[in-house]
C-alpha cells in the first residue's frame, strides 16, 4: 500500500482555518455587532488586522502559499490564533516543509541497542519504556509489562500505544475517567510527529490505519489539535493493585534517531503508589521482551 506524504501546504490550511474558527471578536477585544455571520469564528480579515498583516497576505498563507513567508508573521499570526508553544512550531514546521515522494507502507520494528535494554531491565520498580516514532512500544521492562499490559504477547504491528488506546478494554479501563484526556494527548502528539521532517513512513500509515480501524480515533484526529508530550501526571486504577499516581517523563535518545525516546514512570518515595508498584513488579511472570 502506497501512502502519500503529508501535504504541508493542504494541512497548514485546514489547521490555520480550524484555530480562527476557534476565536470570536471577543476573544481578541473586537466588537461584535450581532450580525449573522457565515462562517464560525472570526473573519479573515478580522485575524489579519490583529497580527498586523494584510488580507491578501493572510490569505494566500491560509491558502497553503508558503512563498516567501518570514518567521516573523508566522508568529504574529500564531499570536493572534492564541496559539501555544507547541502548535506554533507545528505551523512553523509545516511552512517550511516542501512536498515530498510518495512513501512505501512497511513494518520493521527498530533494533534497540542491548545497553537500553540493561538499563531498563536495571529499573525493577520504575516502569520504563522506549517508543518508536509512532508511539509503538520497541522495548519494556517487567515493571511496564505488570503495569500496562503483556506487550511480548502482542503481535509487533499492534504493539502501540493507539491500538492499546482504542481496542483493548483492558487498557482504557486502566485510565477510567480520564482514558479521553490521554487518548485525545496520545492523538494530537502524533499529529505533531507528523510535521517532522523526515517524515517516517511507519508513522504515515500508522495514523492512515488508525483513522481507518477507529472512528474515536478519526474524530480526535479530526480535531487537529497539537500537542508534544515530555511529562505529565497518570492517575490508574490498576486491576490487582488499586489507585495509582504515577510522573511520566520522556527522556530524549538524541543518539538513536530511529527512536522518540524513553518514558519512565515514577511515584514518591514511600508513598501509596510507590508500595504498589514494588508488590505490582514482585508478582508478575510478564516478559520483559518478545523473545
Given at each position: 500500500m502506497t501512502l502519500a506524504a503529508v501535504d504541508s501546504r493542504t494541512e497548514l490550511s485546514a489547521f490555520l482555518k480550524s484555530r480562527r474558527a476557534r476565536l470570536t471578536p471577543a476573544d481578541v477585544g473586537l466588537p461584535d455587532y450581532g450580525s449573522t455571520r457565515r462562517v464560525a469564528g472570526l473573519?479573515?480579515?478580522?485575524?489579519?488586522?490583529?497580527?498586523?498583516?494584510?488580507?491578501?497576505?493572510?490569505t494566500r498563507l491560509e491558502q497553503g502559499n508558503t512563498r516567501s513567508v518570514s518567521s516573523s508573521v508566522l508568529d504574529a499570526i500564531s499570536r493572534a490564533l492564541r496559539l501555544d508553544a507547541h502548535e506554533t512550531a507545528y505551523v512553523h514546521r509545516l511552512a517550511r516543509h516542501r512536498p515530498g515522494k510518495a512513501v512505501v507502507e512497511t513494518y520493521a520494528p527498530p533494533r534497540v541497542r542491548p545497553a537500553l535494554q540493561h538499563l531498563l531491565d536495571s529499573m525493577e520498580h520504575t516502569p520504563g519504556l522506549i517508543i518508536g516514532h509512532h508511539a509503538d512500544v520497541v522495548a519494556w521492562n517487567r515493571a511496564a509489562a505488570a503495569l500496562f499490559a503483556d506487550f511480548a504477547a502482542l503481535p509487533p504491528q499492534r504493539r502501540d500505544f493507539s491500538h492499546l488506546h482504542f481496542f483493548?478494554?483492558?487498557f482504557r479501563a486502566?485510565?477510567?475517567?480520564?482514558?479521553?484526556e490521554v487518548a485525545h494527548a496520545h492523538v494530537a502528539h502524533l499529529r505533531a510527529l507528523t510535521s517532522r521532517a523526515p517524515v517516517c513512513p511507519d508513522l504515515l500509515a500508522h495514523v492512515d490505519r488508525m483513522r481507518r480501524d477507529s472512528a474515536e480515533f478519526r474524530a480526535l484526529w479530526a480535531d487537529r489539535d497539537v500537542v508534544v508530550v515530555s511529562h505529565?501526571?497518570?492517575?490508574?486504577?490498576?486491576p490487582l493493585v488499586g489507585a495509582l499516581e504515577l510522573e511520566a517523563e520522556?527522556?530524549?535518545l538524541p543518539g538513536d534517531c530511529h527512536l522518540t525516546g524513553m518514558d519512565l514512570f515514577t511515584a514518591a518515595p514511600g508513598s501509596p503508589t510507590d508500595a504498589a508498584l514494588r508488590r505490582l513488579a514482585a508478582s508478575t511472570d510478564r516478559r520483559a521482551s518478545a523473545s
Open positions: 473573519r479573515r480579515e478580522e485575524l489579519a488586522r490583529i497580527a498586523g498583516v494584510s488580507v491578501a497576505h493572510y483493548d478494554e483492558e486502566l485510565h477510567g475517567a480520564g482514558w479521553r505529565r501526571i497518570f492517575r490508574l486504577r490498576h520522556r527522556v530524549e
